[in-house]
């Protein structure tokens, strides 16, 4: 029986080059960041992850920025932007925005690296950038206020996925409640609006949040600080659309 037979480690020095692949070195990569930040994210740690010498990496990447852009096309892949294809521009960037939110509140790390990536040769990325212009072109939108609107509207995506995340007591004033009073009423009754049982439904409703059909945001079996960040979520989102539409119509 051969050593690899036998799940010995490999010996030192560059593997085959079939080990490897542009996939494994991604998936590799989200891990890594995952667990350790991007600052975690070096060649040498993507090796050792991958159990394999540097040489293998560079054998398939020639530096940490290529593989970041590896990175960012696998996660925007996972964004549905097809609605612009064939919906009105409103509900088109509902659904966007809900499927982009909810693919980096899964992947949270990241929104600091890719919020600031540039798309340069990002093949996946420039094609949903590409359908989504189109949309708004569609729509009647000029061609030079089409990317500041997916930039505000990105901005708002990128913050709200991080808030997500956040522990269900960010805003608790603590001891000093009582003298801050007209804030720390507004946060319980928040909590009460947001909490379980039907006021979270109702809550989610008066939002624009109907069992998700805003685009796939809310899920039932949510988290209660999940939840409560649906419902800002939504109605972030919705005062952006009825502000951009406002822009459009002048």
């Known amino acids: ?82 609605a612009f294809a064939t919906e009105p521009w409103d509900e088109a960037v509902r659904r966007w925005a809900w499927s982009y939110r909810e693919v980096f509140a899964r992947h949270a790390p990241l929104v600091p690296v890719i919020a600031v990536m540039p798309v340069t040769d990002a093949a996946e990325t420039l094609r949903m950038y590409e359908e989504v212009a189109r949309g708004f072109l569609a729509a009647g939108w000029p061609e030079e206020r089409v990317v500041p609107a997916i930039v505000a509207l990105e901005s708002f995506i990128y913050g709200s996925a991080l808030d997500v995340s956040a522990p269900s007591n960010i805003f608790d004033s603590g001891a000093l409640g009582p003298e801050f009073p007209v804030f720390t009423s507004a946060v319980r009754s928040a909590a009460r609006a947001t909490g379980q049982g039907g006021a979270s439904s109702d809550a989610a409703a008066s939002a624009g949040v109907e069992g998700g059909s805003s685009g796939g945001g809310a899920d039932d079996s949510a988290e209660e600080g999940s939840n409560a960040a649906d419902v800002a979520f939504s109605t972030g989102l919705e005062a952006l659309i009825t502000g951009l539409k406002r822009q459009l119509s002048t």
């Not at 051969?2 to 030192?12: F, I, L, M, V």
């Not at 991958?50 to 920025?65: D, E």
């Open 1 to 82: 029986m051969t050593a690899a037979a036998q799940g010995t480690p490999r010996r030192a020095g560059r593997p085959p080059r079939g080990v490897l692949s542009r996939e494994r070195i991604t998936s590799a990569a989200v891990a890594q960041i995952a667990a350790e930040g991007y600052e975690g994210l070096t060649m040498s740690a993507l090796a050792r992850r991958l159990r394999v010498a540097p040489s293998a990496v560079y054998n398939h990447a020639s530096s940490k920025q290529e593989v970041l852009r590896w990175v960012q096309d696998h996660v925007m892949t996972m964004v549905d932007f097809s």
